[in-house]
């Protein structure tokens, strides 16, 4: 089975500041990874597909790359909105995996 | 729309058996396989496993291999999960989510979740 990485689990940042999270898969899965944003009592909201396609209604401040083992999601100028927690997810192959999570909290 | 609306609260025994549904609207519900993901308090996000809604033919996590049972029954759009063995560490939110208008398994469409409580 395929394992996710994310990393950090948390970070503290401030409205305006530019946030990079990054996921590692355990071996290749192409441009199979996608991002979740989870808000407290909330189920997941897909943000980005296949590594980097922006969702529709997603706004462009949010960005992803990456592709074989390494990923990134980007949001390029945090907003009062955004502080949430993140999940990538693995969708290459059966079981899909999920990484642990990162929360981004207000400083 | 396109929807999913889960059963909303389950309370359970150890060792019980519990049965969330979910009922998909706003598309073809046979044309795209239904996932189960699962969230304790606190943590994250959990695949279950998933159900090919036209065949029936479902794939299973391995951790859940023998407790788990997806079903669906086509002529009301509804996907079920049944966990048996109820165990305390089986008390989370149970998610249905699908993957309609993207790429595979990246799940554009969420449940609003099922709260299933384990306590004696």
């Known amino acids: 089975d395929i394992q996710m990485t994310q990393s950090p689990s948390s970070l503290s940042a401030s409205v305006g500041d530019r946030v990079t999270i990054t996921c590692r898969a355990s071996?290749?899965?192409?441009?199979?990874l996608n991002w979740y944003q989870q808000k407290p009592g909330k189920a997941p909201k897909l943000l980005i597909s296949?590594?980097?396609s922006l969702q529709s209604g997603v706004p462009s401040r949010f960005s992803g790359s990456g592709s074989g083992t390494d990923f990134t999601l980007t949001i390029s100028s945090l907003q009062p909105e955004d502080f949430a927690t993140y999940y990538c997810q693995q969708s290459y192959n059966t079981p899909v995996a999920f990484g642990q999570g990162t929360r981004v909290e207000i400083k | 729309q396109v929807q999913l609306v889960q059963s909303v609260f389950e309370v359970k025994k150890p060792g019980a058996s519990v049965r969330v549904s979910c009922e998909a609207s706003g598309y073809t519900f046979t044309g795209y396989y239904m996932h189960w993901v699962r969230q304790a308090p606190g943590q994250g996000l959990e695949w279950m496993g998933r159900?090919?809604?036209?065949?029936?033919?479902?794939n299973y996590a391995q951790k859940f291999q023998g407790r788990v049972t997806m079903t669906r029954d086509t002529s009301i759009s509804t996907a079920y999960m049944e966990l048996s063995s109820l165990r305390s560490d089986d008390t989370a939110v149970y998610y249905c989510a699908s993957s309609i208008a993207v790429a595979k398994d990246a799940f554009d469409i969420w449940g609003q979740g099922t709260m299933v409580t384990v306590s004696s």
């Open positions: 296949v590594a980097s």
């Open positions: 159900i090919n809604p036209n065949s029936g033919v479902t």
């Open positions: 071996q290749s899965i192409s441009s199979y």
